[in-house]
């Protein structure tokens, strides 16, 4: 995550929990569950909550993670050497089961035209029951500050989960828009959405000049009608659909600086190291 630090975390820990399944959900969307007693120290929040996940490096036999979880982790785990550091990325929990003591990750995988993949789409492709990773909660993007009378979302499919969680988790009574830009029609997912929030789907592969990820959807945001009264934006996704998109609700559409949150999960042509 980038630009924007939301809410904290409950109660964070350094986490070791185990793969329970996988299940490929959708063309492009493997759903990883991860269960353990580590769970136990887990507090779930709703909305869009985030977390590092600390991931083998190929030919680790073990995980060696960070102890601290405040932001000494991060020294810490820079004084580790290179090839015994595991591989850190930040997901969003799609779903939390309590009582089965189970969370739900879903990786969008990418495989280039040589076959490669980055780590997490490596580990999502591979894992196995047994298998553990590292998990440190991060808390909450989600974070409007001021009242408002409905709620913008727009993302591309690394956003999804933090769509579904957050429409998931709000009241009854919200109304509002959400642009979710993704592959194909095939990788919609199913969520409970408050009446008065009207989701709008947007197909990469139904395009007829589909571009880069993101561009579909900042597209479509710049032409939307949106609702009257005061909003609250929140864009996730690629970095030039969230910075494109807040530009365009501050300059074009005259909302105040301080009523759109964004947070850039990736950027296209550049691979996380």
Not at 27 to 56: C, E, N, S
Not at 180 to 204: C, K, Y
Not at 228 to 257: C, F, N, P, W
């Amino acid at each position: 995550m980038a630009s924007y630090k939301g809410r904290k975390p409950v109660d964070p820990h350094v986490l070791m929990v185990d793969v329970v399944g996988t299940k490929h959900i959708s063309p492009h969307v493997i759903r990883v569950t991860l269960g353990g007693a580590g769970l136990d120290q887990f507090t779930a929040v709703g909305f869009d909550q985030w977390m590092r996940l600390f991931l083998a490096r190929e030919g680790q036999e073990t995980l060696r993670l960070p102890t601290r979880s405040s932001s000494m982790w991060y020294a810490q785990y820079l004084a580790t050497p290179r090839a015994k550091r595991p591989h850190v990325r930040n997901y969003t929990v799609r779903a939390f089961h309590r009582d089965l003591r189970e969370l739900d990750v879903d990786f969008v995988v990418h495989v280039e035209a040589d076959g490669s993949s980055g780590p997490a789409a490596a580990f999502a492709t591979t894992a196995r029951p047994g298998d553990q990773i590292g998990l440190l909660d991060q808390g909450v993007g989600y974070n409007p500050r001021h009242a408002h009378d409905w709620t913008l979302l727009v993302a591309d499919e690394t956003g999804m989960p933090a769509v579904a969680g957050i429409c998931e988790s709000l009241t009854d009574e919200a109304r509002g828009l959400a642009i979710v830009e993704i592959p194909s029609g095939a990788d919609r997912q199913a969520f409970r959405t408050p009446d008065g929030m009207r989701v709008v789907w947007l197909h990469r592969d139904e395009a007829q000049a589909p571009g880069v990820p993101g561009a579909l959807a900042l597209e479509t945001l710049r032409g939307a009608d949106l609702p009257d009264g005061v909003m609250y934006g929140y864009l996730v996704g690629e970095s030039a659909l969230v910075t494109g998109g807040r530009k365009h609700l501050i300059t074009e559409r005259s909302i105040s600086k301080a009523h759109v949150d964004f947070v850039g999960y990736w950027r296209h042509g550049h691979a996380a190291r």
